[in-house]
């Protein structure tokens, strides 16, 4: 009988704890709710991110200068580019980037020898140099993608010094040819997790900005 009496008492005081606390309660748990999904959907967003990374090869040119001239140059050696590439048919038969990478290496003298004739037929004697390499890229949109910050695999074009504004866009999956020469998108194969990072908008994302935050620590 008594020990009925004191587990009674025991709920009582429970009850009366939480009833004065329910706010203070409810807040406590709502927090570590909150926590598990944040945390849950950061390791979906460090999945797309990896799977990104591992996974796209991305066209970079780098302009001479900022000067409107050496703007307008690095636009034409990049429709010469693409249209080197679409003719050549760079990422055709590609599955993965392994592949479309040993390809674009195979390719790279063809496309830096028409980057330069286009130069030379605009009147500049500017040099381009070019690699198949990884380096990194701040977080970019493309169309109706972001792209998130991190070091992908690259093709990069080199014109002159390089020290202008750049041009960008993603060779494999096959997205900037396609788009360039107005053909139809195939399925690309982003797997969910990617379509969730690459569908996100940076403005309303602030992992965005944490993952320039650290690769900026992990480079300095």
Known sequence: MRRTERNLRFIYKMSDVLE??????????????????????????????????????RLHILANSDTQEDQQLKL????????????????????????????????????????????????SEQKVTACVTKMYFDTREYEEFTMPAGKYNAVRFTIGEGKGHNWWCVLFPQMCLPVAFGEPLDDLGFSD????????????????????WAYSIREN
């Not at 760079?90 to 390719?107: I, K, P, T």
């Not at 403005?203 to 944490?210: H, S």
């Open 20 to 57: 004065k606390n329910f706010f203070a309660v409810f807040a406590a748990v709502f927090l570590a709710i909150l926590l598990i999904v944040t945390l849950a959907d950061q390791v979906v967003f460090a999945k797309g991110c990896r799977e990104l990374y591992d996974g796209v090869l």
């Open 193 to 212: 997790e990617e379509l969730r990072v690459l569908k996100s908008r940076p403005q309303y994302e602030p992992r965005f900005a944490l993952l320039e």
């Open 76 to 123: 034409k050696v990049r429709d010469r580019i693409l249209q080197e590439a679409h003719q050549l048919g760079l990422g055709s038969g590609c599955e993965d980037l392994e592949s479309v990478s040993a390809q674009a290496e195979q390719m790279l003298d063809k496309l830096v020898a028409a980057a330069q004739d286009e130069l030379l037929k605009n009147g």
